[in-house]
């Protein structure tokens, strides 16, 4: 009976250059200056979701700076109550080193969309809530009124 050792597997050896990236690593140059108009008291208690290129960010209300890539941008916005509302989206171009401004305010009420661009915006919807409060406010009066002549 013979009390050998089976061999050892031992790898091939190779060169280290062989496995070495040869991409460098690429570092935001661009930086978006998204400002959420609005604030937890006039607009929602629960900020925006924001999409960038499909990726979400985290943001809050206010200016948000956020480092991104060169080249084209999609952004994605919606805000959430009850459900999702104030649906918006915007594609720029950044440039290295360029501060793109986007600024997006959500609507007054659950059915518009969003309001999106490079310049302040104005939220939608006014008219409609206004008109809503002014319907309420007139059948509350007519009720008042045929109770006190009834």
Known sequence: ????????FQAPEYQQAQFQ??????VPSGMLQLTIQGS?????????????????VPVKYGRNDIPVFAGPLHIDIHSQWIRTY??????????PNQA??????SPYH???SGSIG???VKR?????????????LAVVVLVNVLAALG
Do not use: W
Request: charged letters at 10%; glycine letters at 8%.
């Open 100 to 105: 793109v401004p986007v600024f997006y305010a």
């Open 40 to 56: 937890a008291l006039t607009s929602n208690m629960i900020p925006p979701t924001v999409y960038l290129n499909r990726y979400p």
């Open 21 to 26: 990236p040869s991409y460098q690593q690429q």
């Open 118 to 120: 490079h310049t302040k």
């Open 110 to 112: 659950q059915f518009m």
């Open 1 to 8: 009976m013979s009390h050998e050792q089976p061999p050892q």
């Open 86 to 95: 104030g649906q918006a989206s915007l594609d720029c171009t950044v440039q």
């Open 124 to 136: 939608k919807g006014l008219g409609v809530l206004l008109g809503v409060v002014g319907a309420i």
